[in-house]
């Protein structure tokens, strides 16, 4: 190697991926630029559309920044604090929203959410929810003839039958099933996480590795969401993977936005959040994100949408309890699990 | 070592290298953590000890070493049955394909390791078809075992391979003509040549499969299998708790440290061979019995670390190419990829050469400051590896307060932390590799004048060419896998291939994310192809 | 009485380079051979050592067909120019390992480890390394070795190389001496005509693979039907 060469070969790659990646030129007027978690960003999900559909009505420029899930999300606004470049950040679940207000870095919307309709209701001064879905145990029917119709007839089931989970300490459908076992089963949870122990097969750091392991067929049993056959037969139009409806009512997740206090362009975050519960942007949640939508859509959805489990009950803990118990809970479940 | 192969100003800019070096990197640590702890702490540190705790980091040690023994102990019989073949078809292969599980994202591999041991696996259903049943369920230690010699049996095999191919070609005729048995040669000669790239490669390991994260959890089967890696990325994540993930951190350096003292302890150090020159014919080893059991644990060895792979390559191919190249993401994110990879490897390997030559500086009259330079190179260019890339990244994060909307601040964090990822596994291709090209060149150089700069682009760097490429093919092959540091930052322009991996696999499309994969693994391949592209050179350089 | 080495229309193919050897040599003898660089000295070397199988033809030993034995049974020991010691092992290792391949010594081998050692002037040496030796006394340590192994055929492939033209002269003394002592027969592959005529009686000449000239030491450079020979000698001034 000649040592010429050798020097270049340091700069021009850094060169070469600095002027690759820094075409997101500036177009003229005002911008906005929303946090949110990269899955909502990708090319098939709604950022894409929201994107078009927002900066024709608001003559303006919408810059997305993903992340890689909720908690990433807040992480990253706690780390910026006030230096944040963001107006709105959008993807905080409702187990995050106590933390995020004692952060003290978001300020109240002062929009009318009327629009607004998720089961079991959900009103805030400082965060407005987007989409909802229902944690539920998917299965595969050509493994599983008849699928437990109860959680606890999950939790006294064949040990036989797996299911993946997701952990707890590193994601937020593990948190969802968590607090789901605790909502069901109070001070008993600990006895019967023990149970449910024979049945899992493995717990998984995210919701991606348990699916996984999953769809490759090593377990016939997830922890998902109700929406998650949607996907399948809209997109692979396959109903071989199906949620199993549980009697006890499901555990919700309720995902909402907010607006910094540090943000730029106020009033855009704030026309931002109206037209987040418009259905131009509403839209683009069913079949984008695979949720479903808090607030009127204007658009036909897919028979497969009809076929989802719809929960008779929906289950959730108010955000100041989840904040005050997680570690608790948590410490509960790991030595319940180690048992 | 015991000549001179520096003058005295060369070993004194070598000296001042290896401390410039050193001082990087120690910053690169330290001022994330400082950060981290100033500017992210809102609590009072807990800096408590609970059974909890107590309970994973026994866990971490006892799983890593477990590992490190277990690919450390397959690898030696590899790694000779190689160096006793060395010309059969598909060798090169063998070993180019050896540095693939590296680069692989720890989610594919689990994939693929599932896809040959797990309970739907390849074996399971063999099994199935003869008695009936599925017997064999790999999740708990079992799993954790073998996804860690799955990643590190290549690494160590390749690792003692180099040592095993350094002895003279005397040697083995030597040994052929003194009639020495298999048995003797191994203990005599092949075990001598193989300890120390062993006792390195076990170093290694161990730190990998203490920091390991995904795998343990994906396969341990529950939060009885934690590490510490877990705890500090819930510290960090859930919690939001700087200090007591720094607290985390400590506690793994400092046992690690010890550990790997420990093992420093045991493998001791062998007697440096003064007599070099590069040979790989095995004229001793012609036995038939001998032949035979080489290639039965060469087939075995190819059998275990292919298989996953084939499993990946197999559900790759159902991807829809078609679609995906035409995917200008796939592109930008390839090229993204590359370019980090790339500046990453090239800032790697100049730190790891000023390290290095900082070592030789040091042996020809050592004083304390010498000596400390030589120890401290050698730990900076290894323990760099415990230090969890989460914790740095969150502190230069937090320093830059990301970088506002400059796609440089993260983009040179990412880099810089990837590079010292990289840097244990590039010194220890380099090290060796530099200290033979001194020793051959070393006092030719000195007695024709040739020194300073014009030695280091003369004669070291044309001299260390193929090492220099395995090094950054074997660096870039690590970062290309790597999503740790990026997930920080996200950022759709700042994209890579595992990131869109994890983005595909985050949204249901299964076979997108083994198309991807696919991709990452044809690039691995083809980085160790270039690699050791010259074979004619290398022919040459044997005889 | 039958011929120390006897190689019986012996052919072998290297790359693209047919070799083909055909002459015997009586006990006691010692033969340089000779020949410009790549002509095929070491290969037949290798070929009596066994590191090379024949493609035809057979190789005996004082009358033994050994062309299908490994070098360890074939009763040869082999100098080459470099790296005849492990460096991580002693010397005395070094040599024991010629007596015995598993190093189980007993007490009369330990004093013929002892005894060659003080041959070639090193006694004393046993626990050191080689690497803390000159190039010229580990060339001692290699004869020492070859001297306790007392092996029919002694084989030298450039030993004395590079070690200055007062020292090779030692060696070549030296290495007679050895050779007169275990009675062995001699093939040295050399490049110097001085070295050639100072210690063998016969030369071996090959050139493009095959024996061009075989016959005595005495007026061998003196010849003028070899062109090949001829070529050979302008292009070395020294000669």
């Known amino acids: ?100 207000k004692a952060t003290g870095l978001f300020e109240p919307h002062d929009i009318d959410t009327a629009a607004v309709d998720v089961p079991g209701g959900f009103s805030d001064d400082t965060f407005v929810p987007f989409d909802y879905g229902y944690f539920a145990v998917v299965y595969d029917t050509q493994t599983i003839d008849t699928p437990p119709a109860s959680l606890k007839e999950l939790v006294e089931g064949d040990p036989a039958q797996k299911i993946v989970i997701e952990d707890p300490r590193t994601s937020t459908p593990g948190l969802g099933l968590l607090l789901w076992m605790k909502t069901v089963y109070g001070d008993g949870a600990a006895d019967a996480w023990e149970k449910l122990n024979d049945r899992i097969l493995t717990v998984t750091p995210g919701w991606s590795e348990a699916y996984g392991l999953f769809t490759n067929g090593e377990a016939p049993m997830v922890l998902s969401y109700t929406t998650s056959p949607a996907y399948h037969m809209v997109a692979e139009d396959s109903d071989r993977y199906q949620a199993a409806s549980f009697s006890e009512g499901h555990y919700m997740q309720i995902e909402v936005a907010g607006i910094l206090k540090t943000a730029p362009e106020k009033d855009l975050a704030r026309e931002f959040m109206a037209f987040m519960t418009s259905p131009a942007f509403q839209d683009a949640i069913p079949t984008h994100n695979w949720m479903l939508p808090a607030a009127a859509i204007d658009m036909e959805l897919p028979e497969a949408f009809d076929k989802l489990v719809v929960p008779e009950t929906s289950l959730l803990f108010p955000p100041e309890d989840v904040a005050d118990n997680r570690k608790a809970w948590i410490d509960e479940w790991i030595a319940a699990m180690s048992r | 070592m015991t000549t001179a192969h520096l003058t005295r100003a060369e070993a004194r800019a070598a000296g001042f290298g290896g401390v410039a070096a050193i001082a990087l990197v120690g910053l690169g640590i330290a001022v994330p953590v400082a950060a981290l702890l100033v500017l992210g702490a809102d609590t009072p540190p807990d800096f408590s000890v609970d059974a909890y705790l107590w309970r994973i980091t026994r866990f971490t040690l006892w799983q890593a070493a477990l590992s490190t023994a277990l690919s450390i102990l397959f690898a030696i019989p590899l790694a000779r049955a190689l160096a006793r073949r060395p010309r059969f078809p598909g060798r090169i292969w063998i070993l180019r394909l050896f540095a ?64 095993l191919e350094r002895q003279p070609q005397e040697y083995w005729k030597n040994a052929a003509i003194l009639g020495m048995g298999g048995w003797t040669v191994f203990r005599l000669i092949e075990w001598p040549a193989v300890a120390r790239p062993a006792a390195g490669a076990a170093g290694l390991v161990f730190m990998l499969c203490v920091t390991s994260f995904t795998l343990v959890l994906i396969l341990g089967g529950g939060p009885g299998a934690t590490t510490l890696e877990v705890a500090i ?144 190179a050698g730990a900076t260019g290894s323990l760099v590896l415990l230090v969890p890339p989460v914790v740095m990244g969150a502190g230069w994060f937090l320093l830059l307060r990301g970088g506002r909307s400059s796609m440089l601040a993260p983009l040179a964090i990412i880099v810089t932390i990837n590079a010292m990822m990289a840097l244990p596994f590039v010194m220890r291709v380099l090290e060796t590799a530099y200290r033979a090209v001194l020793n051959r060149n070393g006092r030719l150089a000195l007695s024709l004048g040739v020194t300073g700069w014009n030695r280091i682009r003369r004669v070291d760097l044309p001299a260390l060419a193929r090492p220099l490429r395995a090094a950054l093919a074997f660096a870039m092959a690590l970062s290309l896998g790597d999503l740790g540091a990026i997930a920080l930052f996200g950022n759709e322009d700042l994209a890579t291939l595992p990131w869109l991996l994890y983005q595909s696999m985050g949204s249901y499309r299964t076979t997108d994310a083994a198309g991807l994969a696919l991709i990452l693994g044809v690039l691995c391949v083809t980085l160790m192809i270039i690699a050791d592209r010259s074979p004619a050179e290398t022919r040459e350089n044997r005889r | 009485m039958k011929p120390a080495i006897d190689m019986r229309k012996v052919e072998r193919k290297l790359g693209d380079r047919q070799m083909a050897f055909d002459f015997s040599r009586p006990r006691g003898s010692i033969t340089a051979i000779l020949g410009p660089s790549g002509s095929g000295k070491s290969t037949l070397l290798n070929l009596i050592a066994g590191f090379l199988a024949p493609d035809r033809g057979q190789v005996l030993i004082d009358g033994t067909d050994v062309s299908h034995l490994p070098p360890g049974e074939r009763g040869v020991s082999m100098v080459f120019q470099d790296n005849n010691l492990f460096a991580h092992l002693d010397i005395a290792t070094n040599i024991g390992l010629g007596l015995d391949p598993a190093l189980k010594l007993d007490g009369t081998q330990k004093d013929r480890v002892a005894a060659s050692l003080e041959r070639v002037g090193l006694a004393g040496y046993e626990k050191r390394l080689p690497g803390t030796l000159s190039g010229g006394e580990r060339q001692r340590v290699a004869l020492a070795r070859a001297f306790a192994r007392a092996r029919p055929v002694l084989l030298l492939d450039e030993p004395f190389d590079g070690l200055g033209p007062g020292l090779a002269a030692d ?69």
């Open chain 1, 1 to 100: 190697m000649r040592f010429r060469t050798f020097f270049a070969s340091l700069a021009l790659p850094l060169a070469a991926t600095v002027s690759l990646t820094s075409v997101a030129a500036q177009a003229a007027g005002k911008t906005l630029t929303v946090y949110t978690y990269e899955s909502f960003i990708a090319e098939w999900g709604p950022g894409p559309l929201v994107k078009e559909a927002f900066e024709k009505e608001c003559d303006c420029t919408l810059n997305w920044v993903g992340v890689e899930d909720g908690v990433a999300l807040l992480n990253r606004v706690k780390l910026e604090g006030d230096s944040a470049e963001a107006g709105v950040v959008l993807g905080l679940d409702t187990n995050l929203v106590a933390e995020a």
């Open chain 2, 100 to 163: 693939v599980p590296l680069g692989l994202p720890p989610l594919v591999a689990a994939l693929g390791l599932l896809s040959v041991w797990g309970n739907n696996g390849f074996i399971n259903r063999m099994l199935g078809e003869i008695f009936g049943t599925a017997p064999l369920s790999i999740y708990g230690l079992s799993g954790i075992l073998i996804a860690h010699v799955f990643f590190n049996l290549p690494l160590a095999a390749r690792l003692m391979l180099m040592g």
């Open chain 2, 233 to 376: 990325f819930q510290a960090l994540r859930f919690d939001f708790d700087p200090p007591r993930a720094i607290w985390l951190a400590v506690i793994q350096i400092v046992l690690t440290s010890l550990a790997l003292l420990l093992l420093r302890l045991i493998g001791g150090e062998d007697e440096r061979s003064q007599l070099l020159a590069i040979g790989n014919d095995r004229l001793d080893a012609t036995g038939r019995l001998g032949k035979s059991l080489d290639i039965v644990l060469i087939a075995a060895g190819a059998a275990f670390v292919f298989a996953p792979m084939a499993a990946t390559l197999v559900s790759g191919l159902s991807a829809d190419f078609s679609r995906l190249i035409f995917r200008p993401a796939l592109w930008q994110a390839i090229a993204t990829s590359l370019g980090i990879a790339a500046s990453a490897a090239v800032l790697s390997i100049l730190v790891a050469l000023l390290l290095i030559r900082a070592r030789f500086a040091a042996p020809d009259r050592p004083t304390a400051g010498k000596l400390a330079v030589d120890t401290l």
């Open chain 3, 171 to 239: 060696m070549i003394s030296l290495m007679l001496e050895i050779r007169a002592d275990v009675d062995a027969t001699v093939m040295m592959v050399t490049h110097d005509p001085r070295e050639a005529e100072s210690a063998a009686d016969q030369v071996l000449f090959i050139d493009q693979g095959r024996i061009a000239a075989d016959g005595p030491m005495s007026g061998f450079f003196e010849r003028s039907d070899l062109p090949a020979l001829s070529a050979y000698l302008r292009g070395r001034p020294e000669a």
